[in-house]
């Protein structure tokens, strides 16, 4: 019998033939074909009388077959809302030139100043493509593109995976690089210069602003890079449990400054006298561990990680972060979850600045990079449908402690709320066909 | 009710996530893992795979007298009879034949009146063979819808498909009975799965092994379609070093010489695995350069 | 039809008896571990989810995957 010397696909006449002698179609026989994978989500973010969020996923995932997958995701969130600027609180009422220059708003006694002004919708593109390369080797590949009004962010990533020890064992190694331009409303701000105010906004000429407003910008934008560097060890532990370690490197160069973010500069009174844009190191060196294990019951899955992160900007945190699913039936299943989170604050956090003090190298009143704990408490409902896809519903607590880490408050400042809690509700549904 | 000579001819048992129904049929061990936690359920569909398994057995094995492929085999030239199932698995073996060039043929089972294959160095005798070759030639039936005509004292034998044919009638039937019920027919090795299991997670086979005789079992993981194997781990002769495969070359009489020991093939329905399994032997030595050109996933032991 | 071929035998996995390893599990007992809920990236979007909440309300990110950027919300 001599090879190749029929054009025909031997393979292919013989799946006709088999669909006749069987009676099915090939119709039939398709159905057995990886089809492209959907999975999408809802979900809401809302704070006490701060931000609120909106955002919607698509991803999709499809088997080439051989294990060559295909995964894409697209990413719509909205924000809306208002947002801390790091300005203290003060006994008296406080009037503010927004960021952009553009008009002022005002902040009641006694209340955190919140700037008001956010509205952003972000999309982000994913791109990831996964494959064998030899032997118990898996190389990955991917981009990422994220685009709101003011930021642009461009990523790609890649990775491989080696299974040893018939694959209870998985070493993973991944390298990513991102690329972020900031490119706020008005420019970028000169790092601690002194916030210009505009006393009379209606008035359409205000040179006098206008001049001051410019002197303190520097660039249009401003740029970063992050490299991320992870090593990864998933280990099969018996029939029932699962862990992974995993250890990442994180550099950051360029500009990490929030260009929304001010420190009151401060009276012996504690009486705010003015604001001061603030300044991160161009630098950050992040080291984070993460430990997870996954646990088969005959009831559900216990998931539990921890995860404990180190930088040079002095932040240590610890994260704890638990899942428990419970099958009610074959087809639902609840799941409550836990997380709770601990960070110190950066050597350069600082509340407010004093009048007449030395002007610091760094300094930042961004309650993000200040001494808290947060934890978060949450329930999913799951269900699968007759049709074989899932329907979930997740509601979650939110809620932010930050907490003074030993700086003085003069004067009136005692009796402000300098840190004020954070509370928030996730709501979020899930479809999966 | 049963009756009790069907209770005694299947077991069932209840497995960790799966029932498992066993009864024998084809001169094979039969196998149903079904996942399911109800025993009405496996009970019903090892019933029904036992009864199929029985019905095509009785049909078309050549070891009974009162089936139709006696009548077709003693017809003595004259047209036999057939039904809707028998053309079919006769245009089956017609694209067979046209696809091997001839080679896959199913009324070449007639030179095992020359060949023994009982692991002995009994070579027949060239007139032997050579007796044999005329009464060989699927190019000489000649059927229809209606009726099958073959010349006097030419033989067919169901017994290079009718496994496999089995296997996916029993799938077929098991799926229309339990559609959301992953179920894997196993006739001693030949497979089919009717749908993946609920989570996605393999069924793990224990299988006879033909490729190493030392490890008797060993372990198969499919999540869908079929499997079939095709060799000769016991069925050959050898004589002064050379080993001759029952894979019979229905133009010389002659086994087919350099031909893997075993060939798995795994697609979409068992009977189609089978074929190419069984078209790779006959490729001899070029069997896994012959799969490769099919784009399929096989396993080839030499 | 042959690609629809590719895809399912892409379904298929033959593996053979292997020697015993002190740690893990043997693939026939994988039963439990194959389950989609079993798997370290099930629930993939709650995940990317929380940790974009997180990336911009916390001075932490990454851990379970990459840190990195791509959000102006920190």
Same mark, same amino acid.
């Given at each position: ?238 029939? /029932? &449990?699962?862990?992974?370690?995993? @250890?990442? %490197?994180?550099?950051?160069? !360029?500009?990490?400054? +929030?260009?929304?973010?001010? =420190? ?103 309650? /993000? &990079?200040?001494?808290?704990?947060? @934890?978060? %408490?949450?329930?999913?409902? !799951?269900?699968?449908? +007759?049709?074989?896809?899932? =329907? ?42 | ?302 | ?74």
């Amino acid at each position: 019998m001599q090879l190749s010397h029929k054009p025909i696909n031997i393979s292919a006449v013989l799946a006709t033939a088999t669909c006749a002698l069987l009676g099915v179609t090939a119709a039939q026989a398709e159905e057995n074909t990886e089809l492209w994978k959907f999975d999408t989500a809802l979900m809401y973010y809302g704070e006490t009388d701060r931000v609120t969020a909106v955002e919607g996923v698509i991803a999709a995932t499809k088997d080439f077959g051989d294990e060559h997958i295909f995964s894409g995701k697209l990413t719509i969130d909205g924000l809306t809302g208002a947002s801390a600027t790091g300005a203290v609180a003060q006994p008296t009422a406080q009037t503010f030139t927004r960021p952009s220059g553009n008009g002022n708003y005002e902040i009641a006694a006694g209340e955190t100043p919140l700037d008001d002004t956010f509205h952003d919708t972000r999309l982000q593109l994913n791109a990831q493509w996964t494959q064998p390369i030899a032997q118990d080797l898996r190389a990955s590949g991917g981009l990422q593109f994220s685009n709101e009004y003011d930021y642009l962010s461009f990523a790609l990533n890649g990775s491989l995976a080696y299974d040893l020890n018939q694959k209870n064992t998985t070493l993973s190694l991944g390298l990513s690089y991102a690329l972020d331009t900031i490119k706020p409303e008005g420019g970028i701000p000169l790092a601690l210069a002194t916030v210009a105010f505009n006393p009379n906004p209606e008035q359409e000429d205000s040179t006098e602003f206008e001049d001051n407003y410019n002197s303190t910008r520097a660039t249009d934008s401003d740029s970063k890079n992050t490299l991320d560097v992870m090593l990864g060890l998933t280990q099969v532990i018996n029939r /029932r &449990l699962l862990m992974q370690f995993n @250890y990442g %490197l994180s550099t950051v160069d !360029g500009y990490t400054n +929030d260009p929304f973010k001010y =420190l009151s500069v401060v009276d012996e009174q504690g009486l705010t006298q003015s604001l001061v844009y603030e300044n991160r190191p161009d630098t950050r060196t992040r080291h984070s561990f993460y430990w997870q294990t996954k646990y088969a019951m005959d009831f559900g899955v216990a998931d539990i990680s921890y995860r404990f992160a180190t930088d040079d900007w002095k932040i240590d945190s610890h994260t704890i972060d638990s899942r428990l699913r419970i099958n009610l039936s074959d087809t639902t299943y609840i799941q409550p979850h836990f997380r709770y989170y601990q960070q110190a604050a950066a050597e350069f956090f600082q509340p407010f600045m004093q009048e007449g003090e030395t002007l610091p190298e760094f300094a930042s009143a961004d309650y /993000r &990079l200040g001494e808290m704990t947060a @934890y978060t %408490l949450g329930l999913k409902y !799951g269900m699968e449908l +007759d049709n074989g896809d899932e =329907l979930s519903f997740r509601l979650e607590y939110y809620q932010q402690s930050p907490k003074n880490a030993g700086f003085d408050e003069p004067g009136v400042l005692q009796d402000m709320e300098l840190y004020p809690t954070v509370k928030a509700v996730i709501a979020q549904v899930s479809y999966r066909f | 009710m049963l009756a009790n000579n069907t209770i005694n001819a299947f077991s069932i048992e209840a497995k960790n996530d799966h029932y498992c129904g066993r009864f024998t049929a084809m001169a094979s061990p039969c196998e149903l893992l079904i996942e399911t936690q109800d025993h009405e359920l496996a009970q019903q569909l090892t019933l029904l795979a036992w009864q199929e398994s029985k019905r095509i057995e009785h049909k078309f094995s050549r070891y009974q007298k009162d089936n139709l492929l006696y009548q077709i085999n003693h017809a003595i030239g004259s047209p036999v009879v057939i039904d809707d199932e028998t053309y079919r698995l006769l245009s089956f073996a017609q694209t067979c034949y046209e696809l091997s060039d001839g080679m896959f043929d199913l009324s070449s089972g007639i030179l095992r009146q020359a060949w023994l294959f009982d692991g002995s160095e009994r070579i027949p005798s060239t007139q032997a063979v050579n007796k044999l070759l005329p009464l060989i030639g699927w190019s000489k039936v000649r059927f229809d819808h209606k009726t099958i005509q073959m010349p006097k004292g030419m033989e067919l034998d169901l017994g290079g498909i009718g496994k496999e044919y089995a296997v996916d009638c029993v799938a077929k039937l098991c799926q229309l009975k339990a559609p959301d019920t992953s179920i894997v027919v196993n006739f001693g090795g030949d497979i089919q799965v009717t749908q993946p299991r609920k989570n996605q997670q393999d069924w793990h086979i224990g299988i006879e092994s033909l490729a190493d005789e030392k490890a008797a079992i060993k372990i198969l993981k499919i999540k869908n379609g079929g499997l079939a194997t095709s060799g000769d781990a016991r069925r050959f002769l050898i004589k002064d070093g050379v080993r001759y495969s029952h894979i019979l070359n229905p133009k010389t009489g002659y086994p087919i010489m350099n031909a893997p020991r075993s060939v798995t093939v795994a697609a979409p329905h068992c009977i189609q695995a089978g074929l190419l399994a069984t078209l790779a032997l006959l490729h001899g030595q070029q069997a896994e350069a012959f799969l490769q050109e099919q784009n399929l996933q096989f396993w080839c032991y030499r | 039809m042959q690609s629809k071929i590719v895809k399912i035998f892409a379904s298929l996995l033959l593996i053979q008896l292997a020697s015993c390893a002190s740690l893990g599990v043997q693939p026939w007992e994988r039963d439990l571990l194959a389950k989609d809920e079993m798997a370290l990236d099930a629930e993939k979007l709650d995940l990317a989810l929380d940790d974009h909440i997180y990336f911009s309300k916390e001075a932490t990110s990454g851990g379970r995957a990459f840190a990195g950027g791509g959000c102006g919300c920190n």
